[in-house]
């Protein structure tokens, strides 16, 4: 019997993970209406070409949202988005939140006082009236009077919906990138977007026919619905905007249960909050990059006394509670809610640790990462400096240093640091992993050219030829901003992965070979399977042996890469 209640709990939480949450379906819904947005904003720019041009572009949005499938993708959206949003506003229980939080969350409560009315004036007046209000009528309707309220309505949805895109990538690798050119996109179609509006209103007022005019009966009861549609909207968004300012009175009063944090400092609670909206309630520093939507792990916390107390994993806090093999008394704050007292301590330091202006950045707090590391080393250095004057080291040096940063750019790398004669850099920050790999071994390749290069300008200089050491891994690693005090905090990566790429190099110098890459890289790289020499190389710190492959040379770097090459 209690095999069975077993295998039934497992299967439950099975089904819980498989399940999307309440976060992954106001994704959903919000990215169905961030592309109706677009499509409708692509259609007002086109007024800034015609008014054929705009006519010709709302038949193709009517193509795209007016059939079935499009209309109940976008209806069902607007009420699944607009339901869950008013549950997860009303669940809140302060307004302590990062500002680009609070910027969505008003803009997307101002959205159904300006956008509700918009529909009831054109859809809603075509239903149940029997008008047909078109793109001339509505122009003729919102030109010049209904202007600032079309503008709003533009820009609350819009930067609504980009607020919720930026928050949703921004912590993926490639979204660094591309990020700058996507929010320009955005200004420009919201400009584009208003400009053809305002251009085609002209156009169709200079028509001056009085078809564009909404007969008098129906102007009325539009003018009429809308108003009290507005006020009424208007009303409930304010109405959302009271709970979490109201619930901290309320709980003063009746303290429902204590949390208290490891250090002695107790505070009151109310069921329905979770963790971090009791820390941020009571000016607790409490990291959370990604806001609170269980996508990082800094808010996680450590139970010490009162896990029965708190609600069940769901599906989005468990699969990433799965993947960084958090023991079972370490839940996610921002998803967890207490039913009773608890005492926890956060895994994870706030403005203890960090200048709060630079809280919001995800780097600050750490990123896990797959990349790839070059540690490369002058060989024989010590000796060649012992014979020359400083300033001529400095120059060798500054020399070496500057081709080999604009070798690992070129690349798409970043230089980590510079240590003595020697350099780390990362690859695969803003692209797959199988690229950046590609893309280490390329920068590779290329910095043993800049070593053939000095040798060749420097050879009446130099009593024998430089040569450097190149060890190359790939893998999980974290990702941060490391310092503080006066200093600048530098990007960094930490970890195994780290630690392995820099023996590597050692490998390379003890082999007296040019390259050492590993196994691992030399597989996401796509090289040739049977290139290099294949060694097993014991590597210090690590109980397991590291597969790798030696490289005498460019030349053999070079022609490993070629299969790959060929078949693109």
């Known amino acids: 019997m209690a095999g069975n209640e077993r295998r039934a709990q497992a299967w439950l939480a099975a089904m819980r993970r498989r399940l999307p949450g309440t976060a992954a379906l106001r994704l959903g819904s919000g990215l169905v209406l961030f592309a109706y947005a677009t499509t409708h904003l692509l259609n007002h720019a086109l007024g800034?070409?015609?008014?054929?041009?705009?006519?010709?572009?709302?038949?193709?949005?009517?193509?795209?949202?007016?059939?079935?499938?499009?209309?109940?993708?976008?209806?069902?959206?607007?009420?699944?988005?607009v339901l869950l949003v008013v549950v997860k506003t009303l669940g809140r229980s302060?307004?302590?939140?990062?500002?680009?939080?609070?910027?969505?969350?008003?803009?997307?409560?101002?959205?159904?006082?300006?956008?509700?009315?918009?529909?009831?004036?054109?859809?809603?007046a075509e239903e149940l009236l029997g008008v047909e209000v078109g793109y001339r009528r509505l122009l003729t309707l919102v030109w010049?009077?209904?202007?600032?309220?079309?503008?709003?309505?533009?820009?609350?949805?819009?930067?609504?919906?980009?607020?919720?895109?930026?928050?949703?990538l921004r912590l993926k690798p490639w979204y660094g990138r591309i990020a700058p050119i996507?929010?320009?996109?955005?200004?420009?179609?919201?400009?584009?977007?208003?400009?053809?509006?305002?251009?085609?209103?002209?156009?169709?007022?200079?028509?001056?026919?009085?078809?564009?005019?909404?007969?008098?009966?129906?102007?009325?009861?539009?003018?009429?619905?809308?108003?009290?549609l507005q006020l009424v909207s208007l009303l409930v968004g304010l109405a959302l905007l009271l709970p979490p300012f109201a619930r901290p009175f309320l709980r003063r009063l009746r303290a429902e249960?204590?949390?208290?944090?490891?250090?002695?400092?107790?505070?009151?609670?109310?069921?329905?909050?979770?963790?971090?909206d009791i820390s941020r309630e009571s000016g607790i520093a409490h990291a959370s990059a990604c806001g609170g939507r269980a996508r990082c792990s800094t808010c996680r916390v450590q139970i010490l006394s009162g896990l029965p107390k708190l609600s069940p994993p769901g599906g989005a806090?468990?699969?990433?509670?799965?993947?960084?093999?958090?023991?079972?008394?370490?839940?996610?704050?921002?998803?967890?809610?207490?039913?009773?007292?608890?005492?926890?301590?956060?895994?994870?330091?706030?403005?203890?640790?960090?200048?709060?202006?630079?809280?919001?950045?995800?780097?600050?707090?750490?990123?896990?990462?797959e990349v790839a590391v070059m540690f490369a080393d002058l060989r024989g250095f010590t000796r060649l400096t012992e014979?020359?004057?400083?300033?001529?080291?400095?120059?060798?040096?500054?020399?070496?240093?500057?081709?080999?940063?604009?070798?690992?750019?070129?690349?798409?790398?970043?230089?980590?640091?510079?240590?003595?004669?020697?350099?780390?850099?990362?690859?695969?920050?803003?692209?797959?992993?199988?690229?950046?790999?590609?893309?280490?071994?390329?920068?590779?390749?290329?910095?043993?050219?800049?070593?053939?290069?000095?040798?060749?300008?420097?050879?009446d200089e130099l009593d024998e030829p430089l040569r450097v050491a190149i060890g190359l891994h790939c893998g999980p690693a974290i990702l941060g901003r490391i310092g503080g005090g006066d200093a600048q905090a530098a990007f960094t990566a930490l970890g195994d992965t780290v630690n392995t790429a820099a023996r590597l190099e050692g490998v390379a110098k003890t082999a007296n070979t040019a390259v050492c890459l590993?196994?691992?890289?030399?597989?996401?790289?796509?090289?040739?399977?049977?290139?290099?020499k294949p060694l097993t190389a014991e590597i210090r710190g690590r109980q397991a042996s590291v597969p790798v492959r030696l490289f005498a040379d460019g030349a053999a770097l070079k022609a490993a890469l070629q299969p790959k090459t060929a078949a693109a």
């Open 387 to 459: 014979r020359r004057l400083a300033y001529d080291v400095v120059h060798l040096l500054n020399a070496y240093f500057e081709r080999a940063a604009h070798v690992v750019a070129a690349r798409g790398g970043q230089v980590d640091k510079f240590m003595g004669d020697g350099l780390m850099a990362l690859f695969a920050i803003e692209e797959p992993i199988a690229a950046g790999s590609r893309h280490a071994v390329e920068a590779a390749v290329d910095l043993l050219d800049v070593i053939s290069s000095l040798n060749a300008e420097l050879e």
């Open 48 to 81: 800034n070409i015609s008014l054929g041009a705009l006519q010709a572009g709302a038949e193709m949005k009517r193509a795209i949202w007016a059939g079935p499938i499009g209309l109940t993708a976008l209806y069902g959206a607007i009420v699944l988005h």
């Open 144 to 168: 010049p009077n209904g202007l600032l309220l079309q503008t709003l309505l533009i820009s609350a949805v819009w930067v609504h919906g980009c607020v919720g895109i930026h928050a949703w």
């Open 94 to 124: 302060s307004w302590r939140l990062p500002p680009w939080q609070i910027v969505q969350i008003v803009s997307g409560l101002a959205v159904p006082a300006l956008l509700f009315p918009h529909i009831l004036a054109t859809r809603g």
């Open 257 to 276: 249960f204590t949390v208290t944090y490891d250090g002695g400092r107790r505070v009151h609670g109310g069921y329905g909050q979770t963790l971090l």
């Open 518 to 532: 590993s196994e691992r890289l030399v597989t996401a790289a796509g090289l040739d399977a049977a290139a290099g």
């Open 182 to 228: 996507l929010g320009w996109l955005a200004i420009a179609l919201a400009v584009f977007s208003f400009t053809g509006f305002v251009s085609a209103a002209r156009m169709v007022e200079a028509e001056n026919d009085a078809r564009r005019f909404v007969p008098l009966p129906a102007l009325q009861w539009i003018l009429r619905e809308t108003s009290g």
């Open 317 to 369: 806090e468990t699969r990433l509670l799965d993947r960084i093999a958090a023991p079972p008394d370490v839940r996610l704050a921002c998803q967890t809610r207490p039913m009773g007292d608890v005492t926890v301590r956060l895994l994870v330091g706030g403005s203890r640790i960090y200048d709060p202006a630079t809280a919001s950045d995800p780097y600050r707090w750490g990123v896990e990462r």
